[in-house]
């Protein structure tokens, strides 16, 4: 397991500046969680980590502190060979394969990588255990799954990938209640797994109970950040952030 480090972050689409020179740090084997309002940068900082845009400035680097390697400016397939395994906003599944076929490509970019492969059958095993509902609907097209189903073999998708960082974006988004919990009750188990996640949620209380820091975003810059228990206690960020409701 190794950390993610960002450092002076600039990104954005085309003309338009997102990122303002961002710095933040996902230590291995923790949890760490941005939050922020709609727009505020969050879903841009995953895209810019796992390339799917490549950042105007600053530095991106995975490592063990002292070995860090820069992962800035590569291609998106070669990130993810790197062991950063991105869950996307929104869905994105292989929607006429079938549920073992999507986790199964899950499994792909790793495959080339010049650490031991792993056992893929094994892998899967663990994923189907993780995610029951999957398991129950594994020879069903991905394209049939319930919107809840489609958000969760996302998600099973990039455990698969046995990655060293996984970055989730908004896990629980459209999920009924109940699925809700499943999706943090996951979170934890990966965590005491000692997998290494930036997490996004729109439910930013459950995320600083789960998480161990966090960084909030406000306008493309970290306005504060800390201890998540601390940032939990916060009044500023209660008012801002943590609506009464969750
Ligand atoms: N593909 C794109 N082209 C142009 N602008 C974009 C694109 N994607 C996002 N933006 C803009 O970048 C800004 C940041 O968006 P981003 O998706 O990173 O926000 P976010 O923090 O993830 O918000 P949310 O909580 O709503 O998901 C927004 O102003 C958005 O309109
Ligand atoms: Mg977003």
Same mark, same amino acid.
């Given at each position: 397991?190794t950390?993610l480090?960002i450092?002076n ?8 500046k997102?990122?303002h020179g961002?710095?933040?740090?996902v230590?291995?084997?923790?949890v @760490? *969680?941005?939050?922020?309002?709609? !727009? #505020?940068?969050?879903?841009? =900082?995953?895209?810019?980590?796992? %390339? ?10 995975l ?14 397939h ?7 395994a ?6 994105r ?5 079938? @549920? *073992?076929?999507n986790?199964?490509l !899950? #499994?792909?970019?790793r495959? =080339?990588r010049?650490?031991?492969? %792993?056992?893929?059958?094994?892998d ?6 993780l ?5 129950e609907?594994?020879?069903q097209l991905?394209g ?20 060293e960082? @996984?970055?989730?974006?908004e ?6 209640p ?28 459950a995320?600083?109970?789960v998480?161990?820091?966090?960084y909030?975003?406000?306008?493309g ?8 228990a601390k940032?939990r @206690?916060?009044?500023?960020?209660q ?8």
């Open positions: 397991m950390t480090s450092q972050l600039e990104a954005g689409y085309g003309k338009v997102v990122l961002i710095s933040l740090e230590p291995k084997g923790k @760490v *969680t941005l939050i922020g309002s709609n !727009g #505020a940068g969050k879903t841009t =900082t995953m895209r810019a980590i796992s %390339g799917m845009i490549r950042p105007t400035a600053g530095t991106i680097s490592g063990v502190p002292g070995e860090m390697q820069r992962i800035d400016g590569l291609e998106s070669r990130i993810a060979r790197r062991g950063i991105h869950s996307p906003e929104g869905r599944v292989f929607a006429t394969m079938s @549920v *073992t076929d986790l199964i !899950g #499994a792909f970019p495959l =080339t010049a650490r031991p492969r %792993g056992d893929v059958e094994a899967l095993e663990r994923a189907l255990q995610f029951p509902r999957l398991k609907r594994r020879t991905a049939t799954l319930s919107g809840g189903e489609q958000q969760m073999l996302a998600m099973a998708r990039a455990v698969m990938l046995a990655p960082v @996984v970055l989730l974006d896990p629980s988004m459209g999920l009924a109940i699925l809700v919990d499943e999706v943090f009750r996951i979170i934890e188990r990966l965590k005491g797994e000692g997998v290494t996640m930036l997490l996004v949620e729109q439910f930013a209380a995320a600083l109970a998480a161990d820091y966090g909030v975003l406000e306008n810059r970290i306005a504060t950040h800390g201890d998540a940032l @206690v916060d009044p500023s960020v008012a801002a952030y943590l609506g009464t409701a969750h």
